[in-house]
């Protein structure tokens, strides 16, 4: 064999272990805790929350919006929202029509709301931190029964919160 061969096969001997370590470390497994999964938990019990509020504040908006005669007629024009036949029988004005879009704009902007509240909470360090969070998103991926767990364990938190 040539010295350039040799070289060459080197290299390439050399390249595969280190991708034999690499793989190595990628498949070492973290171990989860108990306390892992109660932060994990509180970020799902906070957004929970903070869901529920933004509700009861779309619910009384639109009960107090004049223009959508309350909170039945909302219900009949969300139930025929998009179908022109319907909106037409139930005699949608251009009133109603206008505020209903407002509602929809209040509703994606809660739903922003919502997404970024979450987003704040996950990169926060001290309640979770993003490593954590993709640690344990990861473990319940490849074992949905881990899901039961982190179900557990927010009913306990929300247990205890009442």
């Known amino acids: ?3 350039q061969i040799r070289i060459f096969l080197v290299a390439l001997l050399f390249w595969c272990s280190a991708q034999m370590v690499v793989a190595q470390e990628d498949s070492t497994e973290v171990a989860l805790t108990d306390a892992d999964w ?9 957004t ?3 869901l529920s ?3 009861k504040e779309l619910k009384k908006w639109i009960s107090e919006k004049e223009e959508l005669g309350g909170g039945a007629r909302y219900n009949q024009i969300k139930g025929v929202w998009g179908n022109v036949k319907k909106e037409i029988a139930i005699g949608l004005t251009e009133k109603e029509r206008e505020a209903y879009q ?3 704009a209040f509703q994606n902007s809660i739903q922003k709301m919502i997404i970024t509240y979450q987003a704040d909470l996950i990169r926060d360090e001290k309640l979770l931190g993003l490593k954590l969070f993709e ?3 990861k473990a319940i991926q490849d074992n949905p029964s881990l ?3 982190l179900v557990q364990e927010v009913a306990q ?3 205890k919160k009442s």
């Open 1 to 3: 064999m040539t010295f």
């Open 38 to 46: 109660t932060k994990y938990a509180q970020i799902e019990v906070l």
């Open 48 to 50: 929970s929350k903070f």
């Open 53 to 55: 509020e933004k509700t």
């Open 102 to 104: 407002e509602v929809l």
């Open 135 to 137: 640690q344990i998103s």
């Open 147 to 149: 899901k039961e767990k």
């Open 157 to 159: 938190l929300k247990k």
